[in-house]
């Protein structure tokens, strides 16, 4: 429905009509009213605080482009100013998602007491994703309280796709990955469906809350030339902020947040801070006082 409507519409119009269906959906309405409400707060000079160290399972290309808040710079700042812990999964910055979840398990393993609220950034979520998808994910991720994704391509980028619907632009892109001693497993693990890897249902573990963070930019709201051509071209499936099809957050578990405006870069920064200190308010309250469990699938926001 959201493609017919893209195509008759424009993408943009598609893009504000499904962020009002989240805002006034049954399932994640009152979350995103707390979130606002904790956003137009005054920072408490004494913030409740979270018995947890909050972690970065950092995007793609953490090491070598940190200048796109890849390495999670800016949440670990927000989250020490808000009293916690933070820490950084060492993943592999030009890994594969099979790889780096491979590396957040063993990661996790030797993690047995302290308490952890992991932050995925962009590709992060993906790797994440796959890790939850482990035998042992049950204790491995026993110790962790929540989950926050931020602009996770959970289901794959159709980005992927369309790299690889074209031999010239796949053969393009697998001979500047043999330049750069890169595995091309980076591009092919992350298509969107089947024979994807990351085509299953996300069912996390009882007790694990899951939070996404997901940017509805406009045409007008892309920060960068790459960004632009990236939405233009996956406009062609609806609206996107870049990489990620944001109607595949409709079956997300958990509570989703849109974000107004904001690109798959999430900029600026000071809109990145506020929000993920509204998000740790929030989250300081319900890990003191459950509300109850993570719930498996999700309603549909979009009713016919």
């Known amino acids: 429905m959201l493609r017919q409507i893209t195509k008759q519409h424009g993408v943009d119009f598609a893009t504000a009509l499904l962020f009002d269906r989240?805002?006034?959906?049954p399932k994640h309405s009152v979350f995103i009213q707390r979130i606002d409400a904790l956003r137009n707060t005054p920072p408490d000079n004494s913030p409740p605080g979270i018995d947890a160290r909050v972690v970065i399972v950092p995007a793609a290309l953490y090491v070598e482009r940190p200048d796109m808040g890849s390495d999670g710079r800016i949440i670990r700042e927000a989250?020490?100013?808000f009293g916690c812990r933070t820490g950084l999964v060492p993943l592999a910055s030009l890994g594969s998602v099979s790889e780096n979840a491979r590396r957040l398990t063993a990661w996790l393993e030797k993690q047995r007491d302290e308490k952890l609220i992991l932050v995925s950034l962009s590709k992060g979520g993906a790797d994440l994703k796959l890790a939850l998808h482990s035998p042992d994910a049950p204790r491995l991720f026993r110790n962790v309280l929540a989950w926050?994704?931020?602009c996770g391509p959970l289901g794959g980028s159709l980005m992927a796709d369309w790299i690889l619907s074209s031999r010239l632009r796949a053969w393009v892109f697998r001979f500047q990955y043999w330049v750069q001693r890169r595995d091309f497993g980076f591009i092919s693990e992350l298509r969107h469906g089947p024979?994807?890897?990351l085509n299953f249902p996300l069912c996390p573990p009882s007790g694990m809350r899951m939070i996404s963070l997901l940017g509805f930019p406009l045409r007008r709201h892309m920060t960068t030339?790459?960004?632009?051509?990236?939405?233009r071209t996956l406009s062609a499936w609806g609206?996107?902020?870049g990489t990620v099809l944001l109607s595949d957050a409709i079956h997300w578990p958990g509570e989703v947040y849109p974000v107004w405006g904001t690109d798959h870069y999430f900029r600026p920064e000071g809109r990145a801070k506020e929000l993920i200190t509204a998000v740790l308010s929030y989250l300081a309250v319900e890990l003191r006082n459950p509300s109850g469990h993570v719930e498996d699938g999700a309603r549909a926001v979009m009713p016919a």
């Open 239 to 241: 609206p996107n902020d």
């Open 225 to 231: 030339p790459f960004s632009r051509f990236c939405h």
């Open 79 to 81: 989250a020490e100013n």
């Open 22 to 25: 989240f805002r006034n959906s």
């Open 195 to 197: 024979p994807s890897k």
């Open 148 to 150: 926050i994704n931020v």
